[in-house]
């Protein structure tokens, strides 16, 4: 394996809405470059970077993986990322190592809502990229329609620097237009191409889209604009020169053509990634200075030293853990020692490896600006940096998105539950986005995901994996308690048994905090009306109470307990009595404090065709959602609205069968907000069931 520097070395994300595409294009990018010797294919489960048995049966990709071509003397590094929404943060992770984002786009369905996703995180981490629209072969597939949506969701940078040759069925090259020549593709998936000059038919259309390429490129470029001006062109160096750095300062977005499946344009597409995107040397990776908490960039140079950011971990049940990670500057080499600064630890490297999907490569080292991986580290988890001791730079952790949904679980045989949080723990660190807890009520083991697939995924993993077999029960909301009034409550707790007695006494009074603050404990106590050290337990009785709900068992939260007054008994006092007394002061203090229950609300995106916006809407409102606003997207409507949570749980559902399969929505969670008194009544009577507790009936 020829060794790479930073500067022939591209890194890209191959981002986009399930089903674009991603998988089978970066198997038939491999193909072509010659890394393996078949076009696998999704459909079969025998691509390179859908490798986990539960990609393979779901022809999903559910985590991102590695793979690399050697095209043209350069390496470029493809990260298959997964397009259903519930795996974003997975998306977000890897687009933080690449240099651009491919995004690909299904050339029938247009911008969808993970298109947008993948732009708006492109767009936050100014990443430069290229747009391919792929499934051209397919029924309906169009340049046109498909560029409208693309131009009415992200604007006129994007601009076509190929035309497609044939339509649908008949799809079987592109037109390249800035060297203004043709290439076509065997009809047999080989990837057998013949160059040419341009069909006679597409000329016309090919000589306009050129001269609006030309002009953007002039747009984007003063010395280029002034050369324009005097000679009414650019030529075919000029053209290329200013479309890439267009491209690198992202004031264009260059599209291409392809069929992953039948592998037509799959090698101009390999063309447009090494000439238009940036190396790896010419964007420093976004770090952090670790005094000031400034933003800095650290260059890609072998000579710096290392300096090297851990954005995924892999839990191989056979191999152990894998770590990935980006060399940002020097070199990791094998068999030697790194510094994990965030974990302050020693790490000592075994062999190191690159990937190509699932299976190691073993090298020397890994160079700046290249993507490796490590097995078997202690410490090291994902969004941690590898560097030396005396390093002034680290890079930010990964944002992880919270779980939106959880559900309870249940092992199938009895004893298994050991076995599940050890395994649950080990899949934690491959995908942070997973919570595991137990009720401390109803002794329920929770699981808390992204999503109903995200959830159903993990229960897969965890059977297919560590052989533990769980029942998924009903998804259970967070609901969350608190009080809408402040108010003084007193608690006194007094024994007399025998010999010693129990005493201790407080005053605390109780007063809402705003929404997101959570809980806050303060002391006023002056005079020593209780000793210090029995504050702690009068806090500690509070907190055991407020964790147990006062209505319906949740948790309380947005408010602040200040405690100012008490008694005590030099004989009798002791810290069991003062945590008595702080849980009956806090039960005083909720009888009072007019508690009421608070509900997750979602932000959710709709996409569907527009025919259906209007039933959508419709729907929307129907489960107590808010419609914040709506855009068309070519034929195409964005519906965005904030949901509670307790609406949505069948939504996937609806927008099936109300749109034929043509919608798509995205979920996350936005805020708490009190639940509609109405709603109450329903809502504390099912958790009281759930907890196996007598319904008390009202008379
Ligand atoms: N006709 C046609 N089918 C394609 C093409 N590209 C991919 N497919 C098929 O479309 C389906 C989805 O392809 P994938 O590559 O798995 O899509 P993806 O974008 O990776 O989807 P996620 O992993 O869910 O994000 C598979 O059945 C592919 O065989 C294409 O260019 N033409
Ligand atoms: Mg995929």
């Keep these: 394996m020829k060794v790479y520097d930073a500067s022939t070395i591209r890194n890209v994300a191959i981002v986009g809405h399930s089903g674009a595409g991603k998988t089978q294009l970066v198997t ?7 890394m393996v010797n078949r076009l696998g294919k999704v459909d079969d489960g025998t691509t390179i970077t859908d490798f986990d048995e539960e990609e393979v049966t779901r022809k999903h990709t559910l985590s991102s993986s590695v793979a690399f071509a050697e095209w043209k003397k350069t390496k470029i590094n493809l990260i298959d990322t997964p397009g259903i929404g519930n795996f974003l943060s997975d998306t977000r992770a890897a687009m933080r190592v690449a240099d ?8 029938v369905a247009g911008v969808e809502v993970q298109t947008e996703k993948v732009w708006e995180i492109a767009q936050d981490l100014g990443l430069p990229c290229l747009v391919v629209l792929n499934l051209l072969d397919r029924e309906r597939a ?105 491209t690198l300062s992202r004031q264009m977005c260059p599209l291409v053509c392809t069929s992953a499946q039948s592998n037509v344009g799959v090698q101009n597409l390999l063309d447009a990634v090494c000439t238009y995107l940036p190396s790896a040397a010419d964007r420093p990776l976004a770090a952090i200075d670790r005094k000031s908490g400034e933003p800095v960039t650290c260059d890609a140079r072998d000579d710096a030293p290392y300096a090297a950011f851990v954005w995924k971990t892999i839990a191989d049940p056979f191999a152990g853990r894998i770590t990935l990670f980006r060399v940002a500057a020097g070199t990791i080499t094998a068999d030697s020692s790194v510094y994990n600064i965030t974990k302050d630890a020693a790490e000592r490297l075994g062999s190191l490896a690159i990937m190509q999907g699932k299976t190691q490569h073993s090298v020397p080292h890994v160079k700046a600006g290249d993507l490796g991986a490590v097995p078997k580290l202690k410490e090291t988890q994902t969004g941690d940096t590898l560097t030396d001791k005396s390093s002034n730079v680290v890079f930010a952790p990964i944002a992880f998105a919270e779980p939106v949904l959880s559900y309870a679980i249940e092992p199938k045989s009895r004893g298994d539950e050991e076995k599940i949080s050890s ?35 993990t229960v897969a993993k965890l059977k297919r994996r560590f052989s533990v077999e769980v029942n998924l029960k009903l998804p259970r909301i967070p609901y969350r308690e608190t009080i809408t009034v402040s108010t003084e409550a007193h608690g006194r707790h007094k024994k007399q048994t025998g010999g010693h007695g129990q005493f201790g006494d407080c005053k605390i009074r109780v007063e809402p905090l705003a929404r997101g ?66 849980r009956l002061a806090f039960k005083d203090a909720m009888s009072k404090a007019r508690p009421t229950l608070l509900e997750p609300i979602m932000n959710v995106e709709v996409y569907a065709p527009s025919d259906f916006a209007g039933d959508l809407m419709g729907d929307l409102n129907g489960r107590r959602g808010r419609i914040g606003g709506m855009e068309t997207r070519g034929a195409s409507t964005l519906i965005r609205a904030q949901v509670p949570m307790a609406e949505m749980l069948t939504y996937e559902q609806l927008l099936t069968s109300a749109t034929g399969g043509r919608g798509s929505y995205h979920m996350e969670f936005s805020h708490y907000d009190e639940v509609p008194s109405h709603l109450h009544g329903k809502i504390i009577a099912a958790a009281r069931a759930e907890r196996g507790e007598e319904v008390e009936t009202e008379d």
């Design 142 to 246: 169009s340049l046109d329609r498909s560029l409208a949506s693309l131009r009415e969701a992200f604007g006129r940078t994007i601009v076509p620097i190929q035309l497609p040759i044939g339509t649908e069925k008949d799809f079987h090259g592109c037109v390249d237009l800035v060297a203004m020549t043709s290439a076509t593709f065997a009809a047999d998936d080989s990837g057998n191409v013949t160059l040419g000059n341009i069909p006679p038919e597409l000329n016309d259309a090919a000589t306009t889209a050129r001269e609006t390429l030309i002009e953007m490129v002039a747009e984007a470029d003063d010395e280029l604009m002034e050369q324009f001006f005097s000679s009414g062109t650019l030529t075919q160096e000029e053209l290329e020169r200013g479309l890439r750095s267009a």
């Design 423 to 457: 395994s649950l723990q080990r899949l934690q660190e491959e995908d942070p986005t997973l919570r595991y807890t137990r009720d401390a009520q109803t002794k329920q083991l929770l699981l808390a995901g992204q999503g109903q697939v995200h959830i159903e995924v």
């Design 517 to 582: 603050e959570d809980f806050a404990f303060a002391n006023e106590l002056f005079g020593g009306s209780i000793p210090r050290q029995f504050v702690p337990a009068v806090e500690k009785g509070i907190h055991e109470e407020r964790e147990k709900g006062y209505l319906a068992g949740y948790p309380m939260v947005d408010f602040r307990v200040t405690l100012y007054d008490g008694q005590y008994h030099s004989v009798d006092s002791n810290e069991m009595s003062f945590r008595m007394a702080g």
């Design 100 to 107: 651009a984002a491919v995004i690909v786009v299904d050339a």
């Design 28 to 34: 038939a990018m491999l193909f072509d470059a010659g």
